[in-house]
């Protein structure tokens, strides 16, 4: 079930409904249970045999979790089971996600010493939709009790609502037990100024969604099955329009999870803190899918050693952040070039000691414009990210290094027609308008309609709504990319 979709419109409401009546009588367990049955059934259109896999990591990770409890300060039991849990959750990611990428690389390598082998050994698996997420959410339950950050629960129907909890389940935020758990096992009252704001963000979430990422989709599409015959100018508009369709329609689908979540009297965490005003690769990091890069941080680079050891150590550490982050996003090769395009970007940000400076504000803190200086950081950064995407979006690297030849060599300009025979002039205007607008609204990711005057917010929402409706088509599937990692 998606989100942008006519099912979930009528999905949604019923749940909240009947969650709230059998909250008012106190009934915590069954409030949990309508979640975890709500989240199996949302979860289940997309492949009903797919809970299994679920089902499975839920089991494992719940008991793994009181085993390492029970056997803390035994020295290596409470390792044993700890370890029990990563390969589990590992093995499950891997067999579905990389098992033919692993063997067509073998195939590959092994002809390059002149034998030849049939590919006979790859299978034809489907990959289950959000299991890149599910999987890192139970093995950081389990990492979190070895290092005595939380105690595990012993309610099974607690922590299998923390597991599969619909709004996140599919494509994040990645949360952590100490959050999501702690939210799940109390009780929770309405809030009716949590429930608006959380209607708030879930209408932003959609126009981002709907309006943004799939209305410049047909143009990313043309372009880049096209990019053999297109001029530089073409592809520098084909990339730039990706970054801002992977954007809308990742950080959309955060809104949405956050949005929804709140209606149920639960917060999540940020995903997205407006990236594309970030000042530098560093800084970009910091607000890009923040649930991820926050789980590397805390259970691989940190682990490493971070920063605390020598230079060269921690240029090691951050390559092995940033080519796991790119081969946890896809089997393919074009998504490990992408990491390691990012580690290669964010190395000398990191030693000329950079990497930090931003953490704590946005661009033009105490100003209504940014200063010159600033406009060239946030233009260089966005460059350099979106020339990465590149790697993101091909489907080969041949195709990578052909589109980025093919940018570097055909100058020639042409205008690009609309494959659908739209005008790109109101395309232009729509982006710019989204980036001034969200520009305006930079401090705070969670207020996506802050106005004084209720007349102006209502115009808002007018607008907004009536854009929605005028993008929207069920007839064609707009799932959401980040559903295929």
Known sequence: MLFNSVEYLIFLPTVFILYWIIGKFNLLKLQNGLILVASYFFYGLWDWRFLFLILASTIVD????????????????????????????????????????????FVDMVSLFGYSIKSTWTLNIILPVGISFYTF???????????????????????????AFFPQLVAGPIERASNLLGQITNKRSFKYEQSVEGL?????GLFKKMVIADGIAP???????????????TLILGVTFFSF?????????SDIAIGTAKLFGIELMSNFKFPNFSRNVAEYWQRWHVSLSTWFRHYLYIPLGGSRVSKLKSIRNISIIFLVSGFWHGANWTFIFWGGFHALAYIPVFLMG???IYKDNVVAENSVFPS???????????IIVTFSRIFFRSESLTDSFVFIK??????????????????????????????????????????????????????????????????FDDGVDRSFIYFQF
């Not at 020639?412 to 305006?440: K, S, T």
């Open 200 to 204: 708030k963000l879930i209408l932003w």
């Open 406 to 471: 093919r940018l570097f060599t055909e100058f020639q300009w042409e205008p690009y027609h609309h494959p659908m025979g739209y005008r790109m002039i109101d395309y232009y205007i729509l982006l710019a308008a989204f980036v001034l607008y969200e520009f305006r609204i930079r401090r705070d990711e969670r207020s996506p309609f802050k106005f004084k005057s209720p007349i102006v917010r209502f115009c808002a929402y007018t607008l907004v709504i009536f854009c929605i409706l005028l993008f």
């Open 219 to 233: 143009i990313v599409d043309d372009i880049f099955a096209n990019y053999g015959t297109l001029p530089s100018s």
């Open 137 to 163: 959410q139970t093995m950081s339950y389990s990492l979190d009790i070895y290092y005595k950050r939380i105690k595990p629960t012993h309610k099974i129907l607690d922590f299998a609502t923390f597991v």
């Open 372 to 382: 010159f200086i600033e406009i060239g950081q946030l233009v260089l950064t966005f």
């Open 62 to 105: 719940y008991l793994v979790g009181i085993a390492i409890h029970k056997k803390q300060g035994q020295g290596e039991k409470g390792k044993l089971f700890l370890w029990i849990s990563v390969i589990f959750n590992i093995s499950l990611l891997g067999f579905f996600k990389y098992y033919n990428f692993f063997v067509d690389s």
């Open 245 to 253: 369709q992977v954007y809308g329609d990742f950080s959309g689908y």
């Open 354 to 356: 950079r990497n930090t």
